[in-house]
Every structure is written in C-alpha cells, then in structure tokens.
C-alpha cells in the first residue's frame, strides 16, 4: 500500500466521525423540542470553554492536512490522466482550491460562534456550503471526465454525485432550516462520502480489493504511484457494475447508521409515537404526580355529593 491509501483512509475516518457527531447532535436536538427545532451548522462538542470548539479545532486541522497533501500532490506527475501533466496539475489545484473554501468556511463559523467580529446567520452558512458542496462536485466531475483509469473514473463520477445531494440539502436548510430529515440526510450524505472515500482508496491502492480482470498501474520511470485500469472491455463492465453494487450496500449501511442513531436516542430521551407525532413517555415522578392529582379530584367529587 502506498501513501495514496493512507490519505483516503485519514479522508474517510475525519468525514465519518464529523457526520456521526452532526446525526447524534441533530437528533438529539429535535427529540429535546420538536417544535423549537431549528437546523445549526455546528453544535458545541462540551459546556466547558476549553473543549467548546473541540469539533471545529479536529475540522480546521483536517482541512489544512488535506490542503496541503492536494497542493503538494498537484506538483507530481500523473500517467493515467488524459493530455499532458499540466492537466493533472490544474485538477489537483481545483480540489486544493475547493479545500480552501472548506477552511475558510469552517474558520468563518469558529469566528462567528467565538466571537462578535463575524455575525454569520445559520441560512447564510449553509447558502454558502451548498455553494461550496456544488464546486466540489464539478471538481470531482471534471476529474472523471479526464482518467483514463476505468475505476477511478467511476469513483470520481460518484463522489460528484454525492457532493451534489449534499449540496442540494444544504440549500434545502437554507430555505428550511426547521426541516429535520434535510438536516439528518446532509450528516447522512456526509457519512456515505466517508465511506465512499476508504471504498476509493480500497478499489485503487489495495489488491485484494481490485475487481478480477484489473490490475494496478505503476510508472517505473517517476515512481508514482497510478491507479487501476482494465484492460478488456468486459472486465471493466464488471467492475463498474462491482462498484455500483458496493455503493447500494454503503447506502444501505449509512440508512441503517442513521436509523439506529435515532432509535437509540429516542429510546434514551422516553419518546413513543403517537398519531404522527411524537410526545415524550411519562417518567415515574409524573405518574405519582398525575395519580395524586387524580385522587384528590375524586376525594372533592365525592365531598360535592355527599
């Protein structure tokens, strides 16, 4: 394994765990007051001061790790894209460039939840990530249009298509901020581009993982590392159909994450359904109170009567 996979695997498990945090902080959210709810872009890791930012601080280091790994890759050249190295320099510098909206998205939210410099509105906040969302997946979408690797290819083409979901949730909570599933289904899309990032790295860098029939590119002369190519047409239908198999299973995992994260919280905040709506269970105290209050009116009753 080379160091392409390492990246995807630190890409996957910083998108992962930030979309399970945004879930349980949302849900939790909405199961407190349903009515009160409204749609945050970040949401305080501790009531203590020292760990407050916690969640922003791990997001802003991500971003700058990723940055620079994109800035410094743009320099190497690359086999397997279409025309000459400037072409794979100039992708790389997109992805880099979209990144850096990324940090200066989340330093903005930092400065704004910190401090009164910048008073940035939740609406404004996810106009501007659904913009952000929107670059990243004409970037990842123009990558695809210029590999010649079959896989990759295909792996760019479906992480375009997820950042444009996400990016469409993001304009939902825009104009919606009370609307819960939109808030729920953008920690989801999160998530599944998580996962589709370490199934990335998996399907190019690691061979147990590469579909039969394909094998992994290697520039002997420059010693960089390429990615997989199929060399008969029949081989590369089946691992395309391989790779869309594998993402109906990721999206069925990240339905059964967001599932279970709900379940699991209503079950520990007392909430049943009831008619559509939800309403909190009677705790023991309440019971005893009602019960009480029950008595009494019936001891005044029976008074009124006698």
């Known amino acids: ?33 349903p ?12 009531s203590s001061h020292r760990f407050k930012y916690l969640q922003l601080y791990l997001l802003i280091l991500c971003l700058l790790v990723a940055f620079a790994h994109q800035t410094l890759v743009s320099s190497d050249s ?25 940090l200066i998205l989340s330093l903005s939210l930092l400065i704004s939840d910190s401090t009164s410099l910048l008073p940035l509105p ?38 375009a298509q997820i950042s444009a979901l996400a990016a469409l949730l993001c304009l939902i909570l825009a104009c919606q901020p009370r609307m819960f599933v939109a808030d729920v289904g953008l920690g989801g899309a999160v998530c ?26 290697l520039d002997v002369v420059s010693g960089v590392e390429g990615s997989t190519k199929c060399e008969l047409e029949d081989s590369r239908l089946r691992a395309v159909a391989i790779l869309d198999l594998v993402f109906v299973v990721h999206v069925m995992f990240v339905v059964l994450i967001v599932m ?19 309403e909190a269970l009677p705790t023991a105290a309440s019971s005893v109170a009602d019960s009480s209050s029950n008595h ?9 009567q006698a």
Not at 197 to 207: A, N, R, W
Not at 261 to 274: D, E, F, N, P
């Open 1 to 33: 394994m080379g160091g392409g996979v390492f990246y995807y695997i630190f890409s996957s498990a910083a998108l992962i765990t930030l979309a399970l945090y945004h879930l349980i902080s949302t849900t939790t959210a909405y199961l407190k007051s």
């Open 35 to 46: 009515h009160a709810y409204i749609a945050k872009p970040y949401y305080p890791f501790s």
């Open 78 to 102: 690359d086999p397997l894209l279409k025309g000459s190295t400037p072409v794979h320099r100039f992708t790389s510098l997109q992805s880099a460039a979209v990144l850096f909206l990324f």
């Open 122 to 159: 939740s609406d404004l906040f996810f106009a501007l990530a659904s913009a952000v969302f929107f670059l990243q997946s004409s970037s990842s979408a123009s990558s695809a249009s210029v590999q010649t690797s079959d896989l990759q290819a295909k792996c760019d083409s479906v992480s």
């Open 192 to 217: 599944l581009q998580g996962l589709w990032m370490l199934q990335t790295g998996l399907s190019l860098y690691v061979d147990a993982f590469i579909p039969d029939g394909c094998h992994k590119l």
């Open 260 to 278: 279970v994260t709900y379940g699991v919280i209503a079950k520990s905040y007392g909430v049943r359904r009831l008619g559509g709506s939800y």
């Open 296 to 304: 009494i009116q019936m001891k005044a009753l029976t008074g009124t």
